[in-house]
């Protein structure tokens, strides 16, 4: 009869060394109030609040043409695709923009000083 193996060191059921070494929930205000944490709210939100409004106000004026510029966007741009068709497939497109973007700008400018922050919590320094 084979023993059972304790699980590997990988493992997410394996409980930490000892309780002390999980972060208190002060460590966590004291994180929040960091010069470090503030950065990396501003870096977030000078990116994702911009875009965001901006993605919004191209949408809204896509649905406003579509409702009150019909004869706009019964324009024959190529062959059967009118203006409409296009601007439609913009929005996908603009979409897929915007979460590329957003994944290059969060992997150069918040995932690195997210990290740091991690670290230094979970270092307890």
Sequence with gaps: MASASPPPQDSPDRAPESP???PSGADYREVQGS???AELRRAHR???FPLTVAFIAWYLLYVLLSSYAGDFMKIKVAGNLN???VLGLAQFVTTFLIAW???RHAEAELD???EAIKTRL???A
Aim: net charge negative; aromatic share 24%.
């Design 20 to 22: 002390s070494e999980a």
């Design 35 to 37: 010069t470090e944490f």
């Design 46 to 48: 000078s990116f994702a």
């Design 83 to 85: 203006m409409a068709f």
């Design 101 to 103: 973007w957003y994944s």
């Design 112 to 114: 690195p000083r997210a």
């Design 122 to 124: 979970e270092s307890g």
